[in-house]
């Protein structure tokens, strides 16, 4: 008897397998799912010309709305003075790049210049010095917790990145001061930053193993620290040597008006035609003297004081966080570069504030910096940011829509790229579309602009940039109050 109820057992444990095999677990897809779906499908002719186009053919390129493009226009009511496009190439330093491209404009009218670029790989360099200490840093006071702990495993998946926050580049600017291009102009490692990035990395991540044996040996944090001095020094060698060091000083001079110093030399031809000046050349192809202002030392502090003289600190963020309530205050928790410095900080307002407010702005001839998803709806070749610019439904004949607040929340949207807002073109007051100034170079866009679409503004900008002054001050009050804290992989990060 016993023996046959230990058969039967075998055999029902057999046949539970041969179910679960077959598909027999809830949840499975199984072959009577997959058969049913194969049996209801038809290809009709419509979809049949959509996979003989989407097996031969880019995507994009069948689903570019034709509409959208008879009806582009690249004419503006209004755009300030500000010339030059810049080029990030393969490095993830677009927030910066942005920042740059808000102050260019400031410095350009401070001295009448036709043209002007900041020198990025010399605030790149100190950016990942600041960003090293602060990674060390953090291994000291997380010295307890598992390598396990999210928090920690955040901080070694990427010890030193190249992303940053409008907050990093006003605190860096503050801190180190700024230069021109040619002052230190960019190295290999600096347009592409990859293979720097690995090797600091596994530096930092080997000084974060050493760092943990030390408090396990000695218990002592003041060793800790000693040993952190050291390990900084490495850092700024590796830097050096895929960046340059940065320089102390500099000499600079440029053509136009001089810093309107009083010992200023002015030139014999400042009432020529600008045009007229920036080309007159000696027969042997080089600048006419007279046409350079007075040569000065700088230090990189002096020279942002004396050309630029922003405080960066009074410009605050103005933020559309379409799933927290409005009115509040945020801060996201460790996107600080400077470990003394501050995190990302945002005001959550509307839509409509936040338009509004760049429209002010711009009018009174001031570029803005924003961040937005520039994933959906744009185009490169064209300089096109419109929504619906890519039609995707109509080729899969589906229903992939999702508004501003779920594409967030699932993931489907990213806040990853930074730029500036250089003009606006209004109709009755109410902006139809924004010039914008990128930082992918002179051959994408129209020659490295952008146009934006307002109904693009409104599904894809996030974050805007502006100084205290123009901001009201029912919004102003929201900024004092106490920051309500994100984690740092919150989908507004």
């Not at 102050?103 to 990025?120: A, R, T």
Request: proline share 3%.
């Amino acid at each position: 008897m016993r023996s046959t109820k230990a058969r039967l057992a075998v055999v029902l444990l057999v046949l539970v397998g041969w179910a679960i095999q077959a598909g027999g677990q809830d949840g499975a897809l199984k072959p009577e799912q997959i058969e049913k779906i194969r049996r209801e499908f038809k290809l009709d002719g419509r979809l049949r010309a959509a996979r003989n186009a989407l097996t031969n053919t880019s995507i994009r390129d069948i689903a570019k709305n034709r509409d959208v493009l008879i009806d582009h226009s690249d004419k503006f009511s209004h755009k300030i003075k500000t010339r030059g496009i810049s080029n990030q190439k393969s490095s993830g330093r677009c927030w910066m790049f942005a920042g740059f491209n808000t102050i260019k404009p400031v410095l350009m009218n401070n001295l009448d210049l036709g043209n002007f670029e900041f020198s990025q790989i010399y605030l790149q360099f100190w950016d990942k010095m600041e960003k090293a200490n602060s990674f060390l840093e953090y291994m000291i006071e997380y010295r307890d917790r598992d390598l396990q702990d999210r928090e920690v495993v955040f901080l070694l998946q990427s010890p030193a990145p190249d992303g940053g926050y409008w907050e990093n580049f006003a605190d860096l600017v503050t801190k180190y001061g700024v230069i021109p291009k040619e002052a230190m102009a960019e190295s290999a490692s600096s347009e592409s930053t990859g293979m720097m990035n690995k090797a600091l990395a596994r530096l930092l991540r080997k000084n974060a193993v050493e760092l943990r044996e030390i408090y396990q040996n000695t218990g002592s944090v003041r060793k800790m620290r000693e040993a952190k001095e050291r390990m900084l020094a490495e850092v700024y060698q590796v830097l050096v040597l895929n960046l340059g060091e940065p320089p102390e000083e500099f000499t600079w001079r440029h053509k136009g008006k001089d810093e309107s110093d009083d010992d200023a030399e002015v030139s014999a031809d400042d009432d020529a035609d600008e045009e007229d000046a920036d080309d007159e050349e000696d027969d042997d192809g080089y600048d006419v003297e007279q046409d350079w202002s007075v040569a000065r030392r700088y230090t990189p502090k002096s020279f942002y004081d004396k050309c630029v003289g922003l405080d960066l600190r009074e410009y605050v963020k103005i933020s559309d966080d379409p799933i927290r309530p409005k009115g509040k205050h945020y801060e996201i928790r460790m996107t600080k570069n400077l470990f003394d410095g501050r995190n990302s900080n945002y005001a959550n307002v509307d839509i409509e504030t936040v338009r509004a407010l760049v429209v002010t702005v711009l009018l009174d001839n001031k570029a803005v910096y924003f961040a937005a998803d520039v994933s959906p709806d744009q185009d490169s070749s064209s300089g096109i940011m419109a929504r619906d610019l890519y039609d995707y439904e109509s080729v899969y004949a589906l229903d992939l829509g999702l508004n501003k607040t779920e594409r967030l929340l699932l993931r489907d949207s990213t806040i990853n790229h930074g730029m500036a807002f250089i003009g606006v073109d209004l109709a009755d007051g109410e902006p139809v579309k924004w010039l914008v100034e990128n930082s992918w170079g002179s051959s994408r866009g129209k020659g490295g602009l952008w146009t934006m679409y307002d109904d693009w503004f409104r599904d894809n900008v996030f974050h805007i940039i502006v100084h205290r002054d123009y901001v009201p001050d029912e919004i102003l009050e929201i900024l004092e109050q106490p920051t309500e804290k994100l984690s740092v992989w919150d989908p507004m990060w």
